[in-house]
């Protein structure tokens, strides 16, 4: 019983039995060693399994189990490799995201160390296999320390040997590597007090109260006074 190939691959294979050259010879397969079928062509083969193979002469010779041959496939695979992302996604705003990515084979094949790439899109179309240029090592950590919004996906790129192939990408990602604006407050006056209104805003991650501060200047000397931190939107003075 002869493979068309051995080595690992996706496709469907043939299998060819070569028998003895005897006249009136009954030639015969089978999947289970117990349901014959008459063999005329070499077979197709979509799945790992095992082939037997026997023949029986004119004088009912061979049919016994000794005189079987047999050969097991094991080189078919036709399943895409897996991805486990350690962190998958994130709707908290950072400067930066990173996650984990394990790469698997759970078929027969391995993984092709090289063909391992990954790239950041704000696209959920997958990217074509050829726009993948970064690589990584399958459990290493894969890290976007910039770009704005809440919509980065991060995409993955992996084969195996058989030649799987698979493109998956992960839930979105928040960044947000962009300054509040720089509208300037607003104050008004009275006899003993100022009320300072902050007008600056950041349409991702929002205003950090705690960064809200205030300076008073003196009008003896014309100097500054330190930065005191408040929290409101309205600074009463």
């Not at 996604?89 to 790439?117: F, P």
């Not at 705690?210 to 939107?233: A, E, F, H, N």
């Amino acid at each position: 019983i002869t493979l068309s190939t051995t080595s690992p691959t996706n496709q469907n294979i043939t299998a060819t039995i070569t028998y003895p050259e005897i006249t009136g010879l009954t030639k015969q397969y089978s999947y289970d060693n117990k349901t014959w079928t008459k063999y005329t062509t070499a077979l197709t083969i979509d799945t790992n399994k095992t082939i037997y193979a026997r023949s029986i002469d004119s004088t009912n010779q061979g049919s016994d189990s000794t005189r079987v041959a047999s050969l097991t496939v094991t080189n078919i695979d036709k399943t895409q490799p897996t991805v486990t992302f350690g962190t998958n996604g994130s709707t908290s705003y950072k400067k930066s995201q990173s996650t984990t990515v394990t790469v698997k084979s759970i078929g027969v094949s391995t993984i092709v160390a090289n063909s391992l790439k990954y790239q950041w899109t704000q696209s959920t179309t997958a990217p074509a296999e050829s726009s993948f240029t970064a690589t990584f090592t399958s459990g290493g950590t894969i890290t976007k320390s910039d770009g704005t919004g809440n919509n980065w996906y991060l995409w993955i790129l992996a084969k195996d040997k058989a030649g799987n192939t698979t493109i998956v990408k992960s839930n979105a990602f928040y960044l947000d590597n962009t300054a509040p604006n720089t509208t300037a407050p607003t104050a008004t006056s009275t006899t003993n007090s100022i009320v300072v209104t902050s007008a600056q805003t950041d349409s991702n991650s929002g205003i950090n109260a705690s960064t809200r501060q205030y300076s008073i200047k003196k009008k003896s000397d014309s100097s500054w006074g330190s930065w005191v931190t408040d929290s409101l939107s309205l600074i009463h003075i």
